[in-house]
C-alpha cells in the first residue's frame, strides 16, 4: 500500500458527460501528479500541483482540469467525455516538487460507452 | 525531449531463470533520475527502484538488480530465479532536474510473464 488513495475505483459513464476524480496523498506529500494510462498512448503524464499551485502541464486536454485543495487532497475533471478517454487514471504523489520518488494510487478505471 | 525505449514488449520464461528488462533513454539534461515500476495484474504502480545520473554504481536488492551505463544511456533491469509473482508489467521512467516540475515519462513497459 502506497498510501495514496483514489476514488472511485471503477467509473462507468457515457459520452458527453462529465465525471470527478479524486486523491488523497500520502501524508507530509506536497505534491500530487496525474496520470493517463491508455492502450495506445501508454503513461502519459496530465499534470502537476505542489501546495496547491499548478507545477507542470503535460498532455492534458483543454477538457480535462484539475486543482489542488488546502488540505492537499486534488480532484481531475473530466467534461465532455468522449469513448477514447477510457483509461485507467493514476493519482502519484511525493514530498517536494523536483526529482522525488512519486508513489502511485491504485487508480481509478474509466469507462466511456 | 526526453524519452524511454522499451524495446522488448513481452518476455516469457520457466520459473528459475533468469530475466533482463532493457531500457534506454534520451536526454539533453545532466542531471536526471531514472525508475523502474511494476505494475502486477491487480494493476496498480509499485515503485522498484531510483538511480540519479550520478550514481552509476550497480544495485542489487534480493533478486532484483539494476545496472546503469551512461555510456550507452541504459538502465537494465534483473531478476535473478523469477517466480511466477514477478508476472507483471516492468516500466522504466525518467525525469529531468531541469524539466518544470518533476513529470516521469515513462517507457512502453515490459510484460514479462513467468510460467510455473
Known amino acids: 500500500d502506497s498510501g495514496v488513495t483514489q476514488t472511485p475505483k471503477h467509473l462507468i459513464t457515457a459520452t458527453g458527460q462529465r465525471v470527478t476524480l479524486r486523491c488523497s496523498p500520502r501524508?507530509?506529500?506536497?505534491?500530487v501528479y496525474w496520470y493517463q494510462q491508455s492502450l495506445d498512448q501508454g503513461l502519459q503524464f496530465l499534470i502537476q500541483y505542489y501546495n496547491g499551485e499548478e507545477r507542470a502541464k503535460g498532455n492534458i486536454l483543454e477538457r480535462f482540469s484539475a486543482q489542488q485543495f488546502p488540505d492537499l487532497h486534488s480532484e481531475l475533471n473530466l467534461s465532455s467525455l468522449e469513448l477514447g478517454d477510457s483509461a485507467l487514471y493514476f493519482c502519484?504523489?511525493?514530498?517536494?516538487?523536483?526529482?522525488?520518488?512519486?508513489?502511485f494510487g491504485p487508480g481509478t478505471r474509466l469507462t466511456v460507452l | 525531449a526526453q524519452k524511454v525505449t522499451q524495446a522488448q514488449t513481452e518476455i516469457s520464461v520457466v520459473e528459475k531463470e533468469d530475466v533482463t528488462l532493457d531500457c534506454v533513454y534520451e536526454t539533453r539534461d545532466t542531471t536526471y533520475y531514472l525508475f523502474w515500476y511494476k505494475q502486477p495484474p491487480s494493476g496498480e504502480l509499485v515503485f522498484l527502484i531510483r538511480?540519479?545520473?550520478?550514481?552509476?554504481q550497480n544495485e542489487i536488492s534480493g533478486r532484483y538488480s539494476w545496472n546503469f551505463q551512461k555510456s550507452t544511456s541504459s538502465f537494465n533491469f534483473t531478476i535473478t530465479a523469477s517466480q511466477v509473482v514477478d508476472s507483471a508489467v516492468y516500466f522504466c521512467?525518467?525525469?529531468?532536474?531541469?524539466?518544470?516540475?518533476?513529470?516521469?515519462?515513462f517507457g512502453g513497459g515490459t510484460r514479462v510473464l513467468v510460467k510455473p
Open positions: 502519484a504523489s511525493s514530498p517536494g516538487t523536483y526529482t522525488d520518488t512519486q508513489y
Open positions: 538511480r540519479n545520473s550520478f550514481d552509476e
Open positions: 501524508s507530509g506529500d506536497l505534491s
Open positions: 521512467a525518467l525525469s529531468e532536474r531541469k524539466a518544470a516540475g518533476n513529470k516521469l515519462t
